[in-house]
């Protein structure tokens, strides 16, 4: 059987006793399975005091065990691992880097939302992502080579060959809502909120 890469605790109190029982699950799981973990946590019982939930493995987004989730669910944490679970290469990288631009904004610095967790799976298919850079020079110099921005491919070489491709890069990063993120592997990525197709900017929420 493949090893799953989620996996949460649940902790129950028993108030009178002043005990506390725990159960790991990995997830996605099944009801059953679901339910004989609440059976371990005691959960269900009469005498159930606090009660949490937590992550304790998340491969596809490792940092997320260090957040303090708002009143999870295990229904909702299911749902989560099987959207983590359905995502291609691509779109995991995509969302290392969503939840770091996340992270890094400090909107994760007191709790957060299942609800937010779960929306980020979605519309990673529509953003651009460009491996093999790992900084604003190698990102202007792949802007560059693959005239990427209009009113340099209108230049001559000449003034193209003295341009900045540092300063080239950071403008199109900052003006593409970009992040550099190398948290899949030793690869590195940038990352972008729009999917440049065939000239068509579709934008999509980072």
Known sequence: MEEKSFRVEM?????????????????????????????????????????????????????LTDVRLDCPTMEELNFLASRLESLSMEEQIVLQAVFQKHQEAGEFDDVASMKDLINMTYGLDQVCIIGGVWN??????????????????????????????????????????????????????AVFKHAV???????AEI
């Open 11 to 63: 902790a129950t109190e028993n108030a009178p006793r002043g005990r506390f029982y725990f159960a790991n699950l990995d997830l996605p799981a099944k009801d059953y399975e679901i339910l004989d973990a609440h059976q371990r946590a005691r959960s269900f019982t009469a005498a159930a005091g606090y009660q949490d939930i937590v992550i304790t493995r998340c491969d596809t987004l490792p940092k």
């Open 136 to 189: 604003d020079s190698d990102l202007g110099r792949f802007v560059i080579d693959n005239e990427m921005d209009d009113d340099i491919a209108a230049m001559p070489q000449a003034a193209v060959d003295l341009l900045d491709v540092e300063s080239v890069g950071r403008k199109f990063r900052m003006g593409e809502g970009g992040i550099f993120t190398n948290n899949y592997g030793s690869k590195p990525f």
């Open 197 to 203: 197709c065939v000239g068509v900017i579709v934008h």
